[in-house]
């Protein structure tokens, strides 16, 4: 019997992984399909999540990001990372540096589907592997999650991100958060000739008329030079607990409340280290704690944040405050980065 069964091979699962190698423990992951895996996400890396992937032994090649830049159509501020930078890096880069550590480690990784979960007091079995413990890092619209009957209702209209890229030079090296009416654009420079810009907003529609309600940045974007849209949603998701049993949820599958902060690469490195820590110690109730601790500063700035985007006279504020409460502004950034 292994100690850990992490199911999922995305960058969530493999972190975990990789801290449980790391804390002695034998961990299998499993991963139906190949790497790398792309997904629609901003792709700019916090400083905090640089810091935490090269803890991990991984070293992240991409565009430094000083800092983050909100935009409208009459305001620009910016605030700066400090003391370090982050990293604008592919989604696809990032996923295969965790796979390379993980096979570097000796941790297996198994193409295989789970279909479902069984456990008892000592032990999980799943895909014809028995674990003391079972990771679930299977994503936004977790099946586990599902399975355990963990999935909440969320009153609020659903929100959803649409990501593509342009084969042109950066023109900024910070993220730029541009701000209009019904979503965010966000700019996050990839590359010497690649820029990501993920579009978030509550409306749906094709990725193009989206972009029209920001003029500012359509400016920078050249025709032809754009790749397939990809799209991800609805992007909240409320989660009743993060351990059930010896089944515990890490990533994306843990809960999600909007990539507004583009956050969700750094609380999975955080979430994967608590979990390991509390099924070294025994301790899995434990970990519900550990996660909200360490989740707590995001959740509350996030929620912060997206209630004010749903009030049309608040949201219209954001960027004017933003530029009067610069210092504010650093600080809030900072705390997140």
């Known amino acids: 019997m292994i100690d850990l069964l992490v199911v999922g091979g995305g960058p969530a699962g ?136 963990l999935d909440r209702p969320d009153p609020r209209p659903p929100r959803f991100g649409l990501r593509r890229h342009y084969a042109i030079e950066p023109w900024t090296d910070c993220v730029e958060v541009h701000w209009s009416a019904r979503a965010e654009a966000y700019v996050t420079p990839l590359g010497p000739r690649l820029v990501g810009v993920a579009v978030l907003t509550a409306e749906r529609g094709p990725f193009d008329s989206h972009l029209a309600d920001f003029p500012l940045l359509s400016r920078h974007l050249t025709p032809g030079t754009a790749t397939p849209v990809r799209g991800a949603g609805p992007l909240r998701q409320r989660v009743g607990s993060r351990a059930v049993g010896r089944v515990l949820l890490v990533g994306d599958a843990a809960g999600y409340i909007d990539a507004l902060t583009g956050e969700g690469i750094s609380l999975a490195l955080a979430g994967a280290a608590q979990l390991v820590r509390c099924i070294r110690d025994d301790r899995p109730l434990a970990y519900e704690q550990a996660w909200r601790k360490v989740s707590r500063r995001h959740r509350l700035l996030t929620e912060s944040l997206l209630r004010a985007r749903q009030h049309p006279r608040l949201a219209r504020r954001i960027v004017p405050t933003a530029t009067r409460l610069p210092a504010v502004f650093t600080a809030l950034v900072n705390q997140l980065a």
Do not use: N, W
């Not at 992984?17 to 992951?29: D, Q, R, T, Y």
């Not at 390379?100 to 297996?108: D, I, K």
């Not at 069984?118 to 592997?129: E, F, M, P």
């Open 14 to 149: 493999l972190a975990t992984a990789i801290h449980a190698a790391g804390s002695g423990l034998e961990a299998v992951v499993i991963e139906p399909r190949p790497t790398p895996i792309d997904k629609a996400c901003g792709e700019g890396l916090m400083p905090g999540a640089v810091h935490a992937l090269a803890e991990l032994g991984i070293t992240v090649v991409g565009h430094p990001l000083r800092g983050i830049r909100y935009v409208d159509d009459h305001h620009s501020v910016e605030a700066l990372f400090a003391p370090a930078p982050g990293c604008g890096v592919r989604r696809t880069e990032l996923h295969a540096a965790l796979a390379r550590r993980a096979a570097e480690l000796g941790v297996p990784v198994i193409p295989a589907r789970v279909d479902g979960v069984r456990q008892s007091t000592d032990s999980v079995r799943a895909a014809g592997i028995t674990a003391r413990y079972l990771a679930a890092a299977d994503g936004l619209h977790s099946p586990i999650r599902r399975q355990l009957g």
